[in-house]
């Protein structure tokens, strides 16, 4: 596709199920973000992978979320037993080259996931 | 930290006016990037500017860096009611990836 895809667009979920979020980036991206949005806040970094490879998962808050990239190309990020604070926006953003903190970054629309 | 504060928090302006918004951050950058988002989607990269460069015009948009002050602004003239979203500075981690930080934000109207 032309830009980067993210499915669903709204996820409702009860506290304790597990939830999975989708990402299919631009057509040959190597790299692929996730982040984090709050309600009136900046997006904050949850994990990166360079091709299938996840080289940084710093921001992920807690064991209970997991983010894979099998192939390369689309992104699953997984939450287990999620909680309120689990509440936010997800984005995922991928960029053309792997090493190279001078370009620009394509984000999908995001998925606005809530916990009840 | 390395985040970037945006001034101010909200910004409301007429149609036709100039709107300045403002990024102060801590460390050393070597580039910095402003993004837009409108309401309920994606950020969208307006314009990144390396830090040997002072200012930088796209369209109806010049963005300015001071790093001696650690700081940009980012101008849009002419103002649109398209331009009405939420602007963030976004600055590079150096070491490791190339993870984004940003600021939280400055909420932009425009009224007709």
């Known amino acids: 596709g032309a830009g980067v895809s993210q499915s669903p667009r709204y996820k409702v979920a009860k506290r304790g199920q597990d939830v999975a979020l989708r990402c299919d980036p631009i057509?040959?991206?190597?790299?692929l973000f996730w982040y984090q949005q709050a309600l009136g806040q900046g997006p904050e970094f949850l994990t990166y992978?360079?091709?299938?490879?996840?080289?940084?998962k710093s921001g992920l808050p807690s064991d209970r979320f997991f983010a894979e990239r099998p192939e390369g190309s689309v992104s699953t990020l997984k939450i287990q037993r999620t909680q309120q604070e689990d509440s936010a926006v997800y984005l995922c953003?991928?960029?053309?080259?792997?090493?190279?903190?001078?370009?620009?970054?394509?984000f999908g629309d995001g998925t606005r996931l809530s916990i009840l | 930290s390395q985040q970037g504060e945006e001034d101010p928090q909200a910004l409301s302006i007429q149609e036709g006016e100039n709107a300045t918004m403002n990024c102060s951050y801590k460390?050393?950058?070597?580039?910095l990037q402003w993004y837009r988002q409108n309401s309920g989607r994606g950020l969208v990269h307006l314009i990144l500017?390396?830090?040997?460069?002072r200012e930088k015009h796209s369209g109806r948009l010049r963005v300015t860096l001071d790093t001696s002050k650690k700081s940009s602004s980012l101008l849009i003239t002419a103002s649109r009611a398209a331009d009405t979203a939420s602007y963030f500075c976004?600055?590079?981690?150096?070491?490791?990836?190339?993870?984004?930080?940003f600021g939280q934000g400055t909420r932009l109207t425009i009224n007709p």
């Open positions: 953003a991928s960029s053309l080259i792997r090493t190279q903190s001078n370009q620009p970054q394509h």
């Open positions: 057509s040959g991206h190597v790299s």
């Open positions: 992978f360079q091709n299938e490879a996840q080289l940084d």
């Open positions: 460390t050393s950058i070597n580039n």
């Open positions: 500017i390396r830090s040997n460069e």
């Open positions: 976004a600055l590079p981690i150096i070491q490791g990836a190339q993870k984004l930080v």
